[in-house]
């Protein structure tokens, strides 16, 4: 076998040409470079785009709609509102009692006031007791103790409005009076007394009769020793013949402290 002998030149270069084959050699490797880089970069690309872009030929190819997608999250988020509404409700609350003696002070005020009785009877309010004063001429025949018939009806009323609290009252007293209207003397004095008394009682048993208890109830008679007019002129007698139903109510341990 004939073996090849290599000659060079004086310069170190290989005698076989010029070396411009060398230049082309390395255009060759640059090529190849560039050409890996750009298999890598378009290697990069996301399979989900590469799917997206296939899907978008194929159904252009077939003439066919593109595949749906979907996709599912999760995520928070805060916000503030405003609302009105309406509801119902129940609730408890305390008021002030209106004490018996003043119950019974407006029961018989209208009374008196609706029928025009103002001259005829007086009420008297206070703390502890209610006096109710009932002139003789519209209870009692004069110088009797026999009760006028147009009388009853209001001592229905006076028994009504008793009987409405009697449970928060102490003591109830009926009283009689008369006026001072000739010369002291034992016998006259005696008429004088009966006659109040028995006006009293005569009060008493019409008020038991219409259903009052008679548990807290006293008769008392004074005669002509008690008087709230002047004896001297007949106005003032007038209002001294009388009968007084008080109703008492004692104040009590919490209101004396």
């Given at each position: 076998m004939k073996k090849s002998k290599k000659v060079f030149s004086n310069n170190g270069q290989h005698s076989g040409g010029d070396g411009r084959w060398l230049l082309t050699y390395v255009d060759m490797i640059t090529l190849l470079f560039a050409l890996f880089a750009v298999l890598y970069s378009m290697s990069t690309v996301s399979a989900k785009k590469v799917t997206h872009v296939a899907n978008d030929f194929h159904a252009a190819l077939n003439n066919s709609p593109k595949t749906s997608q979907s996709a599912s999250g999760t995520g928070t988020g805060t916000g503030t509102g405003t609302g009105t509404g309406t509801g119902t409700g129940t609730g408890t609350g305390t008021g002030v009692q209106m004490d018996a003696l003043d119950e019974i002070y407006n029961d018989l005020k209208s009374y008196v006031d609706t029928n025009g009785m103002q001259d005829q009877i007086e009420l008297d309010?206070?703390?502890?007791?209610?006096?109710?004063?009932?002139?003789?001429?519209?209870?009692?025949?004069?110088?009797?103790?026999?009760?006028?018939?147009?009388?009853?009806?209001?001592?229905?009323?006076?028994?009504?409005?008793?009987?409405?609290?009697?449970?928060?009252?102490?003591?109830?007293?009926?009283?009689?009076?008369?006026?001072?209207?000739?010369?002291?003397?034992?016998?006259?004095?005696?008429?004088?007394?009966?006659?109040?008394?028995?006006?009293?009682?005569?009060?008493?048993?019409?008020?038991?009769g219409y259903g009052l208890q008679e548990d807290k109830l006293s008769v008392q008679g004074y005669a002509h020793f008690d008087p709230i007019a002047s004896d001297e002129t007949e106005e003032g007698r007038s209002k001294n013949r009388r009968v007084e139903i008080t109703v008492y109510k004692y104040p009590s341990k919490d209101d004396t402290g």
């Open positions: 309010d206070t703390d502890s007791y209610l006096q109710i004063h009932l002139r003789d001429v519209i209870v009692f025949q004069p110088n009797s103790a026999e009760m006028l018939p147009a009388s009853k009806p209001m001592l229905q009323e006076v028994e009504k409005a008793i009987a409405k609290v009697y449970d928060k009252v102490d003591h109830i007293t009926i009283s009689g009076h008369t006026a001072d209207v000739v010369v002291h003397s034992t016998k006259s004095d005696q008429v004088s007394w009966k006659l109040s008394t028995d006006r009293a009682v005569t009060v008493l048993n019409c008020l038991i």
